[in-house]
């Protein structure tokens, strides 16, 4: 057996996780098998430690400065929060000798490299000196979200209790802590930005035992379920009665689906679009904090990409390129998009298996089966090439757009019209917008929890890749054989409805970005706010106190506005507005379990004051 260096009850001195620092603690107890030593800080705090991040007292040279704190709350207390991304390290110009300062700089830069392996114990809601409400951030009640406000909330998490509950809190393991941060620019806003987000640190990704989706068995049905969905649709829209009643037509044979020309034109697509991506024009933004800490950089050009496909297909379409080609071969280019996603699942699910454990996804379970499927690495990358935010993004997004163009050149050559119909030109701008939005809003991906939390395997593979440009197009697709004639008063009434949907998704989305970004934004000071332990708050009025996700509110009515103009002969059309409702009732209650998880009580008292998840007064 594995001898140990010390025994229970000996004080010692032992590492704040993700810093330098060495605070004086009391061994508990050590477990032979995982080698790590439950230790207890003098303020409570127990945390297991691994045995080289735990000192001999007298390995320390006594500090001269009195300021000494012997707490790692107090310490992280009295630093200046904007700058440290270490929870113990010292305020800036807070005096220590040259040498513990030159072992704590190389400590520190260790401590970015290295991942520690320091398990942390589960929160314990022990009284401390304070309400249990106060512990768990549970606001003593609600608060404008003015300056004077900020500088109260500033005072309570910096108060030796309330950052040293803070602190605990935040140390449960969470990666949806996100700040997203300009690399490019050094300065530091003098503004206060309000309860900054404390540091977390998720030593170890846990895998989850209650899986999403059905568990494995949903998971592989779903698996099986989408490309045979996505065929029947397309199959059924080139239908002369397209009705989901009607029997659907055989699929093709399978030498009649495959087309070596397509499967070239498709790669060609995905490599042009990975050249766009790697163009160095755009800012380089830093994701959310991952497990150790790090933060991983992203090139916003999503935007750019956009302006060189439109002049590339624009010169394309000048020089005389036959796009009616897409439209003649729609079938065997999904055939293509599916069996590309499906080997780049494969290639993603071998990859993660060489992906050290806290590279994995949090969603990611150990089954084989069910990891292909939600992913099991959460960013794979080859190189600074982030596979999982390109796919998101370029190829699926960007290509659904260039599909709907495809359908509008079919509609005028396939019904022989100079001008394409008013119901495919409204289609057409009204997806149009909603992807120069989300390129135009690049940033705001990386708090997704697509990002954040999901791996990158089969789900948003086939999803980014197949889904969106298949199935998001299908109206475009069914208005080339189902003309429908709109009248000026309907299409009125259709655009004020998108336009009503885009104002409550945009508002809703940049009100909240604005609030994550700087909770001190004087544009938002009106709005009321509950104050979470995180050291984040939670907006309860404005779009955010109308429902909890005014933005799927938003995202859904703008569905409704891409169907309507295909009438109301048949259902197909309406796929979207019926397949994405499911989607985000789905991911409603994905999200809340996790915000349940993250702001504990406080969540709960958002659920009493704001009821209504989507639908005001319905659901
Ligand atoms: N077209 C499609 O197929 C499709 C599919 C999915 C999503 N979408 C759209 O994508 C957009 C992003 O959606 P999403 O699902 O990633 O989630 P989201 O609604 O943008 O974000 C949810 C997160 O917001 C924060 N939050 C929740 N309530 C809050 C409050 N009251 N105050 C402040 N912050 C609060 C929480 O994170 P933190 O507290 O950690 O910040 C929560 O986890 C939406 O507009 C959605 O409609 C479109
Ligand atoms: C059908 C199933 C089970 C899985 C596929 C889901 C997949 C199609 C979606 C999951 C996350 C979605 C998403 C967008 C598109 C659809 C998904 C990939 C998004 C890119 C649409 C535009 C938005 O503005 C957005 C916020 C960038 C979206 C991010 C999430």
Redesign the pocket.
Same mark, same amino acid.
């Given at each position: 057996m594995p001898s140990r260096k010390f025994a229970e009850g000996e004080v010692v001195r032992g590492r704040w996780p993700g810093s330098s620092l060495y605070y004086e603690v009391e061994i508990l107890s050590h477990d032979s098998k995982s080698q790590l030593y439950t230790v207890k800080y003098k303020d409570g705090t127990e945390l297991e430690l691994k045995e080289s991040d735990v000192k001999p007292l007298k390995s320390f040279k006594q500090r001269k400065s009195g300021s000494t704190s012997s707490s790692p709350s107090r310490r992280r207390g009295s630093r200046s929060r904007s700058r440290s991304r270490s929870p113990g390290r010292a305020p800036k110009g807070s005096r220590r000798s040259a040498s513990a300062s030159h072992q704590a700089d190389i400590k520190e830069k260790e401590a970015r490299r290295e991942i520690l392996q320091v398990k942390l114990t589960p929160l314990v809601l022990k009284p401390f000196g304070n309400s249990i409400n106060v512990y768990n951030g549970e606001p003593e009640h609600m608060e404008r979200n003015d300056i004077s406000h900020k500088t109260k909330q500033e005072r309570i998490i910096l108060s030796p209790e309330g950052s040293y509950t803070a602190t605990q809190y935040s140390l449960r393991p969470r990666r949806e802590e996100v700040k997203v941060k300009e690399v490019e620019s050094k300065e530091q806003k003098l503004v206060p930005r309000g309860p900054a987000p404390l540091e977390t640190f998720q030593v170890t990704t846990p895998q989850r035992k209650d899986l999403e989706f059905g568990g494995v068995p949903g998971a592989f049905l779903?698996m099986l379920g #989408?490309p045979a969905t996505l065929f029947l649709l397309l199959l059924q829209c080139r239908q002369k009665d397209p009705s989901l009643l009607t029997f659907p037509p055989p699929l093709p044979a399978l030498d009649q689906l495959w087309e070596t020309r397509v499967c070239g034109i498709y790669l060609l697509w995905f490599f042009v679009q990975a050249l766009f991506y790697l163009l160095p024009i755009g800012k380089v933004v830093e994701g959310t904090p991952l497990v150790d800490g790090r933060r991983l950089k992203y090139r916003l050009n999503g935007f750019y990409a956009f302006v060189l496909t439109s002049a590339a297909v624009g010169a394309s379409l000048f020089w005389g390129m036959e796009l009616h080609y897409v439209y003649t071969h729609f079938l065997q280019f999904a055939l293509a998009a599916v069996l590309f996603s499906v080997l780049l699942s494969v290639y993603l699910y071998a990859h993660s298996l060489k992906a050290p454990r806290d590279e994995l996804s949090p969603a990611s379970s150990g089954n084989a089966v069910y990891d292909f499927f939600i992913g099991r690495e959460l960013n794979p990358r080859i190189g600074a090439f982030d596979l999982k935010y390109f796919c998101? #993004?370029r190829p699926g /997004?960007i290509g659904w757009v260039v599909v709907n163009l495809v359908m509008l050149l079919a509609e005028m050559k396939v019904q022989e019209r100079d001008v394409p119909s008013l119901a495919m030109v409204l289609v057409n701008s009204f997806q149009l917008l909603?992807v120069v +939005? %989300?390129l135009w809003?690049e940033e %705001? /991906?990386l708090t997704?929890m +697509?990002i954040v939390h999901d791996g990158f395997g089969f789900? #948003?593979a086939?999803? +980014?890749l197949v889904?969106?440009p298949f199935t998001y197009s299908l109206q475009a697709f069914y208005l080339v054989s189902h003309p429908h004639d709109l009248s000026w008063p309907f299409a009125s009434f259709i655009i004020a409805l998108k336009l009503c949907g885009y104002v409550i998704f945009r508002c809703a989305n940049s009100q909240k970005n604005a609030f994550r970004k700087n909770p001190s934004d004087p544009k938002l000071a009106h709005l009321k706010t509950i104050h979470t332990s995180t050291g984040k708050s939670l907006l309860v009025s404005g779009w955010w106190g109308f429902v909890r996700h005014p933005n799927y509110l938003g995202d859904l009515i703008m569905a409704l506005a891409w169907s309507l103009p295909c009438g109301f002969n048949h259902v197909l059309p309406y796929f979207y507005v019926i397949y994405f409702t499911m #989607?985000l009732v789905h991911r409603e209650a994905r999200d809340e379990h996790q915000c349940k998880r993250k702001y504990g009580l406080a969540w709960e008292k958002y659920c009493q004051r704001v009821p209504y998840r989507i639908f005001p007064y319905v659901y």
């Open positions: 779903i #989408l998101e #993004l /997004l909603y +939005d %989300a809003n %705001a /991906l997704t +697509d789900m #948003l086939f999803g +980014d889904w969106v #989607l």
